[in-house]
């Protein structure tokens, strides 16, 4: 398996899978491994159309990590919450995986439909709150 290898980007990290080589040589298609810094205990599928946006926002109470299972889009990040000077972004495409920390100001803008697992150190219901809005 290829070594695990995070990129920083703004308290968001571009995670990179490890690799069972023999899986694609083989024919049978591949096999793609992330391995997450914590223990994970709840996930999500989220939809997103081009367009809309969920807006900015933090998590207080967790840290996120998200694959994208389809679609393509950019998580917009920001240092302070509505601060667009300070914006920075990360695209997103078909298996892209971030991690991203707690009370980091982020949004995803979908730029085609997109589907996205979103998992959490944290489960929702026991978060309060699980997420904090902030005006644009």
Not at 97 to 116: L, Q, S
Request: hydrophobic fraction near 35%; glycine fraction near 6%.
């Amino acid at each position: 398996m290829g070594k695990f290898t995070p990129r920083k980007h703004n308290k968001v990290e571009i995670l990179r899978p490890q690799c069972n080589l023999e899986t694609v040589r083989d024919g049978r298609g591949g096999i793609f491994t992330w391995i997450p810094d914590e223990p994970l205990v709840e996930f999500n599928m989220l939809y997103f159309q081009p367009g809309k946006t969920r807006g900015f926002h933090y998590h207080p109470h967790f840290i996120e990590y998200s694959l994208v299972s389809s679609g393509s889009g950019v998580l917009v990040t920001r240092e302070h919450p509505n601060d667009k000077e300070s914006e920075s972004f990360i695209h997103l495409s078909k298996g892209i995986c971030i991690r991203t920390e707690i009370n980091v100001f982020h949004t995803i803008y979908a730029i085609t439909e997109m589907t996205i697992i979103a998992m959490l150190t944290k489960r929702w219901d026991h978060s309060d709150p699980p997420i904090v809005r902030i005006d644009e």
